[in-house]
Structure formats: structure tokens, C-alpha cells
């Protein structure tokens, strides 16, 4: 399920949510260094962590999915924001240098479809940041934050989703080691667990981020073209093909239920060239 743009924005006002944002946003200095005058596009709700872009890069914008919502930002300056569909993102091919993701890749339909699409709209030697949910940590399992929902990711997976679709992972970070407990007496121990948590390496983050540079090779996988559901109508006559009779049931001959044509529905999928007929009352079906 993904979060609306009212409880992300609301969880972000809140004490544990300043403590998130300044965490993750901590890691992502350096990446926000090297967008000096680069066209840069956050994915997502990447508001928290997007606002320093503004002074260094050439250009700036904020595509939010359409199933969570769009607010202007940044509020108090000229809109950069818009709405999008993440798969088909409104964007040239290689429009950017470097893309920041956060709390979407997690609530997406189809992830490789998704990559494919920043793939696309980087230009070639591109960066992308994405910040998601670790399947191992405390944040994943609590639902009362935007990092509990969707589907968290593990090292490996991520590793795996950014490879086959034209993505060499560079930079590996963690944070949010503190536990997402919003009391405002336990989250002046934050800082302590978050340098504990760095110092140790510690498994249990609640967010991966990671750097990873677009390829020019952007390998083909073999996708499974996906089976929809096709209702046809078909109009067949009860007079069956070649002359042959139609068995009639008790009583179809006194209601003229014989020759009576049936509309029959047929899968689009595998039996395209499947042909039902079926008696009025529900008789035996035959296939062709």
C-alpha cells in the first residue's frame, strides 16, 4: 500500500520524522556535492532530502506518483513538483544526470520497469540515489512509518534489480539505526545509536542507500509477456458446423430453444481460436 502525500507529509513534522530526514540525509552529502550544475530529478516523495539540489544544480525537479499524491515544492519558492505515472515518466531520454529516489521503488508495481524508466531519462554516465527500506530492520516491521510499508529490500535483491537493468552499484550506505520509537526522551539518545550502529555495521538499518551509475550497455531480459484476461463475445448458431444434428435436452424442442443462438464468452489467453457453444439451458460446451 502506498503512503499518500498527507501522512508523508505528516510523519515529516513529526520529531521521529526530523530525526529520519537529518540521518538520510546525512549519507547523501556526498552525492548532493557531486551534483554541482547538473540537471537533477527526485522520484517520489524525495522533498526531505532534495532541498540542497536547488543551489548547486542547473535545474531541478519532483516527479510524484499519481497514487500517492503531488504538493507544491518547495513551498515557499517557485512549483518544481508534478504528477507522474512512475512507468511512464514525462521525460526525454537522457533529460538528467542524476536522480534521487525515496519512498517509491519499495510501493512500485513493477520495479524492473520502473528502473528501465530512470535508465531512460538518465543521460549516459548518470547517477542514481535510492533510498529503501531494509528487509532486515526495525522500520520495515512497524507500520506506523512510511519505511513499514511496501516491500523492503535486502542487499542481494537490490544488487540483483539494479544489475539487470543497466545499474552498477558504487556506493553502499545504511542508516536509521535507532529504533522508530517516538518518544521525544528516547530519540535524544538518536545520535548514540546512529554512531554505534555506523561504528559496528550493525545488520539491522532501517534504510539501505545506494549510488549506482547507469551503464551504457543497458542488457534485454527476457520478459514473460503477461496473460490478461480477454472476454470475446462470440455469437454461435445451435445449428452445428457440417450438417451434424444438435443433441437436444427435454423440453428444448416445445420452448424453440434449438435454434436459438447462444453468446458464449471465450479466454483471450492461450485459446484464441477456441469456439464454445452451449445449450440455452446450460448444456455440454464443445471446443474447436
Not at 46 to 56: E, K, N, T, Y
Not at 198 to 211: K, N
Amino acid at each position: 500500500m502506498i503512503v499518500d502525500i498527507v501522512s508523508l507529509q505528516q510523519f515529516y513534522q513529526t520529531p521521529l520524522g526530523q530525526v529520519a530526514q537529518r540521518f538520510v540525509a546525512r549519507t547523501l552529502v556526498d552525492f548532493m556535492r557531486g551534483a554541482q550544475d547538473c540537471r537533477m530529478v527526485g522520484l517520489g516523495y524525495a522533498a526531505p532530502f532534495l532541498r540542497p539540489a536547488i543551489a548547486r544544480c542547473e535545474r531541478v525537479n519532483l516527479f510524484m506518483p499519481a497514487r500517492q499524491g503531488v504538493a507544491h515544492w518547495p513551498p515557499d519558492e517557485k512549483n518544481l513538483a508534478c504528477l507522474v505515472e512512475p512507468l511512464v515518466l514525462p521525460a526525454v531520454d537522457g533529460a538528467y544526470e542524476r536522480a534521487l529516489v525515496a519512498h517509491l521503488l519499495e510501493n512500485v508495481g513493477d520495479p524492473d520497469e520502473f528502473l528501465h524508466e530512470i535508465w531512460r531519462i538518465l543521460a549516459p554516465g548518470g547517477r542514481v540515489a535510492i533510498v529503501v527500506p531494509n528487509r532486515r530492520g526495525i522500520w520495515a516491521r512497524v507500520d506506523a512509518t512510511p519505511f513499514g510499508q511496501g516491500r523492503p529490500y535486502s542487499v542481494s535483491q537490490l544488487g540483483s534489480l539494479l544489475h539487470r537493468n543497466g545499474f552498477d552499484a558504487q556506493v553502499w550506505t545504511e542508516a536509521l539505526y535507532v529504533p522508530p520509537i517516538s518518544s521525544q526522551r528516547f530519540l535524544r539518545s538518536a545520535g548514540l545509536w546512529e554512531r554505534a550502529g555506523l561504528r559496528l555495521r550493525a545488520p539491522f538499518a532501517g534504510v539501505h542507500i545506494v549510488e549506482a551509475t547507469r551503464q551504457d550497455q543497458r542488457p534485454i531480459p527476457v520478459r514473460q509477456r503477461s496473460r490478461r484476461l480477454r472476454l470475446s463475445p462470440r455469437l454461435s448458431p445451435a445449428s452445428s458446423h457440417a450438417g451434424a444434428p444438435v443433441p437436444q435436452r427435454s423440453g428444448d424442442a416445445c420452448h424453440g430453444n434449438a435454434a436459438r443462438p447462444t453468446l458464449s464468452y471465450v479466454h483471450g489467453g492461450a485459446h484464441d481460436g477456441a469456439i464454445r457453444r452451449a445449450g440455452r439451458s446450460g448444456g455440454d460446451e464443445v471446443e474447436r
